[in-house]
């Protein structure tokens, strides 16, 4: 069974404290990891897909990173509007016939104090 | 493009009660996912369509859970008859298929069953 775990739990940061958040992932076959962002009230907002080990991406403060057994998502110098919760998604292979068949994990709140 | 669409953003029924959640998904986009979010479970899939076909429902939890894509443009997730334990929030997403593997999700709607 496909398993997805994101630590820590919830993460308070002061501005500009930079940290990371980890989700390790179980899966027959890895298509592609997906990364969201989530605001109280508001549904998950796409931030970047990886489909290799090795594969980084950046957007602003944020880069997300890939192994074959996890993925990170670094945030350097953070500020108060990074916070919100972060999901971490996978999907596995097999699933490609007919669109994306996700398994996320239970996410990591971060809260950012100025 | 106004994104996905969902409605309403919230609904209070008393248990028994019919519920029926609407969608909209993105224009042309041909993959439909329903999800459920909580405390306890997080993010699960319920089911899912691919141009307007309900590929997996292996996540619907009940029979009193059924949905709809009678077609492209719109979608409902109908839960009858409904108890306190579906209370959590619905969401929609799409997404484009064929190598484009993002899903966009809705705002979600807010159910409470007394």
């Known amino acids: ?24 992932y179980t899966v027959s076959g890895l298509r ?6 989530q605001d109280p009230g508001k549904g998950p907002e796409f931030l970047f897909t990886l489909y290799s080990a090795g594969e980084e991406k950046e957007k602003e403060r944020l880069k997300a990173t890939l192994t074959k057994k996890e ?11 990074d916070s919100a919760t972060y999901l971490c998604a996978v999907h596995p292979q097999g699933w490609e ?10 996410g990591t709140r971060v809260l950012v104090k100025p | 493009d106004a994104g996905v669409i969902q409605s309403p953003r919230h609904e209070v029924t008393e248990m028994g009660q019919e519920v029926t959640l609407r969608c909209k998904p993105i224009s042309g986009h041909n993959s439909l996912f329903w999800y459920r979010q909580t405390m306890m479970r997080g993010l699960e899939l319920l089911i899912y369509f691919n141009n307007n076909v309900p590929i997996d429902d292996s996540g619907m939890p009940e029979d009193r859970f059924s949905a709809k894509m009678p077609n492209a443009s719109f979608s409902t997730l109908k839960i009858q008859p409904s108890e306190p334990r579906d209370s959590a929030v619905y969401f929609c997403a799409s997404q484009e298929g064929t190598g484009k593997r993002t899903q ?10 007394l």
């Open chain 1, 1 to 24: 069974e496909d398993q997805v775990t994101q630590s820590p739990e919830a993460l308070r940061l002061q501005e500009g404290e930079s940290s990371s958040l980890n989700c390790s």
């Open chain 1, 32 to 37: 592609g990891l997906f990364w969201y962002r």
């Open chain 1, 71 to 81: 993925s990170f998502l670094h945030i350097t110098a953070p500020k108060p509007e």
């Open chain 1, 97 to 106: 016939a007919a669109g994306n068949k996700l398994t996320f994990g239970g």
């Open chain 2, 104 to 113: 966009y999700f809705g705002p979600g709607t807010r159910l409470t069953v």
